[in-house]
């Protein structure tokens, strides 16, 4: 009985709470280590309520970060438990705070994508994924230059010297790269207000082709001989650019040249006969069908034809043409006129009639 009293009297009472504050402790940090999925889930069905989602917890990409996150709180609530010296508590306390605040910048980030359902009425263009993912990557970027200014903040660096750097250093940049900063710029122009897509014909300035790509940098084009031409974007925001995929018809236009032997009567019937053999094409749009005698030439009858085709594509607008060349010619050839042509008469006198 003598040796268990002095067991207890040789005990010390602040050993003991210490004991106690590291059980204590231990059990905290176990506690956000079990139920840190637990947790999670609840944050992101929660958030999945909000948005209407049917997606499972783990396939959100908020899922890892926000375990991280919970036992880092486990573990800064183990830390102010424990009976620490001040200095290495503050240490502490500054590194915590750090890792947490880029937790949250991560968690924070997730939610930018271009699938979002939270950033879907901030784009202009839902499905245009190539201009959503540029933007997300901007946004990501100035979040994480915001967390790297307080992070310099918050272990004591002053930022004075290093934005006045930062200054300069963006100025030589944006001299040395203003034509990249330019096309970077124009092609999101191009790809938010889409004047053409990969496949499309289109022409800009003495260039003409199939478009099969586009970049943030240029767009290139696949020419007639096949060569592929890269034209900076730069230069295509800043030009003409006509493409032949957006027409819903083409303009078709040609002149008959009638011999001046062909009588006045015949002509006004070769007037009226084109008419009705265009207005029976069904390639042919009624409304835009022309057809008058405009001019009488010194070896020539002349009739315009204007008119428009329904094929809007190069090769079968083509096609049409030649279809409706061979009903003028038919109908030319049908009623025997002659097709006129420049000619010249040479007068030749003779030297006995120069005498004389």
Known sequence: MENFKQMISSINLNDLLKIFDIQIAIAVLLFFVIFRTVFSRILIKAYYKIIKSKKHPKDSSMYRPLNIMFILIGIYCMIKILPTNAQVLSIMNSIYKLVIIFYIFKIFTSFINSDSILLKNFFKDPTNKTVNMFLCTIAKF????????????????????LLTALGFASAAVALAAQELVKSLISGVTILTDKPFVIGDWIEV?????TVIDITFRSVRIKAFNNSVVTIPNSVITSSYVVNWNRLTSRRFECVLNLSLETPSEKIKKVVKEIKVVLENDPKVIKETIQVSLI?????SNDIKIVLFLREAEYVPFLKA????????LFLVEKENIDLAYPTQTLFVKRKEEEQA
């Open 321 to 328: 043409k030649q279809d409706v060349l061979c009903s003028l």
């Open 142 to 161: 100035i979040i994480w230059m915001v967390y790297f200014f307080i992070a310099m903040t918050e272990i004591g660096y002053d930022l004075s010297g």
């Open 295 to 299: 001019n009488i030439t010194a070896y």
């Open 205 to 209: 300035d003495q260039y003409q082709g």
